[in-house]
């Protein structure tokens, strides 16, 4: 039973656009959802978060929303960079305190 | 701090025998987490640990597997005895606080093969 989905295995993107990851969840226990880059040869590495009170959380170039009635969050990537060429892992947390991940999402950014 | 380490960084062994990976937090970190990486299954959580007492292990797929924290700057991941469907990538992370808010810190994961 996955709680957390990442539909895209993988997403293509040209330098200087956007790029939308996608994640869906099914337990409405969570309030806490972040997201992670991985690298290869490389553990992931937290990139941003959203509290559930919240519908948007921005940081720099990317920002992460949150739609609580769909259970649909997103990551926005702009503009996206080479460099961001990595794994991008969706996870969800609450009460239950341990963090539940998705099975990723690979992007590549073309230059 | 150097972050989380994990040794091996690599291990191939062959069904049946028995691996041991390592993990040392970030010192101060109270809580500590082993996950496993597969392409169909992503990043799943097996087992942490709070202040070196396990606190979940339900992820934990059957008793071949078994996880200590002897000490705040220990823990080792067993599988015994090994199969091939155990390969998979590896990774330690650690905690300051709160399991599900606060960032976690991944090492750089142990690549296993069982062939």
């Known amino acids: 039973d996955q709680q957390v989905k990442q539909n895209s295995p993988s997403l293509s993107v040209q330098e200087g656009r956007i790029s939308i990851l996608n994640c869906d969840y099914t337990?409405?226990?969570?309030?806490?959802f972040l997201w992670y880059k991985k690298y290869p040869a490389e553990g992931p590495t937290f990139l941003i978060s959203?509290?559930?009170?919240?519908d948007k959380n921005e940081d720099g170039r990317f920002t992460v929303f949150l739609n609580k009635s769909a259970k649909h969050l997103s990551l926005h990537i702009v503009p996206s960079q080479p460099g961001d060429s990595a794994v991008y892992f969706c996870a969800a947390g609450g009460s239950g305190n341990k963090l539940v991940f998705g099975a990723g999402t690979i992007l590549r950014v073309k230059s | 701090d150097a972050g989380v380490i994990q040794s091996p960084r690599h291990e191939v062994t062959e069904m049946g025998q028995e691996v041991t990976l390592r993990c040392k937090p970030i010192?101060?970190?109270?809580?500590l987490f082993w996950y496993r990486q597969t392409m169909m299954r992503g990043l799943e959580l097996l087992i942490y640990?709070?202040?070196?007492?396990?606190?979940?292990d339900s992820g934990m797929p059957e008793d071949r597997f078994s996880a200590k924290m002897p000490n705040a700057s220990f823990s080792t991941l067993k599988i015994q005895p090994s199969e091939p469907r155990d390969s998979a990538v590896y990774f330690c992370?650690?905690?300051?606080?709160?399991?599900?808010?606060?960032?976690?810190?991944f090492g750089p994961g142990t690549r296993l093969t069982v062939l």
């Open positions: 337990n409405s226990m969570f309030d806490y």
């Open positions: 640990f709070n202040n070196n007492v396990p606190i979940d």
């Open positions: 959203i509290s559930s009170i919240k």
């Open positions: 992370a650690s905690s300051l606080r709160r399991v599900s808010t606060d960032t976690q810190y």
């Open positions: 010192s101060g970190h109270d809580y």
